[in-house]
């Protein structure tokens, strides 16, 4: 069973979309962990009428600080953190799963438009999701409108996904997409939670789990599987909420910078990591 952790702040719209694709595609038994940091929309209970267990903050705390009490209230090994702007894709965490036990690894993503098999794939999926949403996104940021958007990018999304998970099954590259993070409690014992001063806090893990695998190799660094594709309404939801006031947590933050030297980023950082492909994927069957 997994413990699903999805923070949110308003965005009823897009909650909407979540929560319908993660219940039509995951084939796992589940919890869902609903951090709702004071939303003003009614998405806390629309989420706790699904079924998620709702933890409610009176103020809007940073992602960080939101991943961790998730992993407080996490009842199972398994743990991912989701954002609530995404769609997964058909049997997402059966494949990540999958991926994990074929790789010998802790951390692991989807791919999505951010960060795919290469530098020009990943050129052309961004332009084109830039387009889509520039068109639609006159027609506002609705369920419908925001429907729409992800028609037009991939028509059909169930084929679309099947076609990425038989041209990728089981590749990966190193590297880590933030929307989407699938942990296993022995990531979490052995790089402790998230570090509540960094708000790029995806960022961060990647670097504290490539560097361990490195002067200690009891764990190998997060990893993209390029089987598994997830989207992303990346910005296009702030528009949803408006201008957020400061996080309630935002004295504590500091910049990546304060943490990770410049030499260190260069080391560590995923774009630096090869891009190659890994090992290519056995044919043992799991559907």
């Known amino acids: 069973m997994i413990s699903i952790i999805t923070a ?3 965005g009823l719209p897009v ?3 979540f929560r319908e694709n993660l219940y039509r595609y995951t084939r796992f038994p589940f919890e869902l962990i609903i951090i709702d940091n004071a939303s003003r929309d009614g998405s806390g209970a629309f989420f706790a009428a699904g079924g998620a267990r709702v933890i409610s903050n009176d103020r809007n705390f940073s992602y960080p600080h939101s991943q961790n009490q998730g992993i407080e209230a996490a009842r199972n090994d398994l743990l991912c953190f989701l954002n609530n702007d995404v769609v997964v894709s058909p049997g997402w965490d059966e494949r990540l799963l999958a991926s994990m036990a074929h790789h010998g690894l802790d951390l692991i993503s989807a791919c999505g438009v951010e960060h795919l098999e290469s530098e020009a794939v990943t050129r052309s999926f961004s332009r084109r999701w830039k387009r889509v949403k520039n068109l639609l996104s006159l027609l506002g940021t609705g369920t419908a409108a925001l429907k729409a958007m992800h028609r037009l990018m991939y028509g059909d999304w169930e084929k679309f996904c099947a076609k990425r998970y038989r041209e990728h099954r089981l590749q990966v590259i190193e590297g880590i997409v933030g929307n989407n993070v699938m942990v296993t409690r022995k990531a979490i014992q052995l790089l402790g939670p998230w570090d509540e001063r960094i708000q790029g806090a ?3 893990l990647f670097m504290r789990a490539k ?3 490195v002067e200690k190799g009891d764990i190998r660094a997060c990893h993209i599987a390029l ?3 997830i989207h992303h ?3 296009l939801t702030v528009k949803q909420v408006g201008l957020r006031p400061a996080f309630a947590d935002a004295n ?3 910049p990546l910078e304060e943490k990770w030297s410049d030499a260190e980023r260069m080391l560590l950082h995923p774009d630096r990591a090869s891009r190659a492909l890994t090992q290519q994927p056995n044919h ?4």
Do not use: A
């Open 227 to 229: 089987d598994v594709f």
């Open 202 to 204: 995806d960022f961060d």
């Open 8 to 10: 949110v702040h308003d």
């Open 15 to 17: 909650n909407r979309i």
């Open 252 to 254: 504590r933050m500091i």
């Open 284 to 287: 043992q069957s799991h559907e």
């Open 211 to 213: 560097k361990r695998s």
């Open 233 to 235: 309404y990346i910005r």
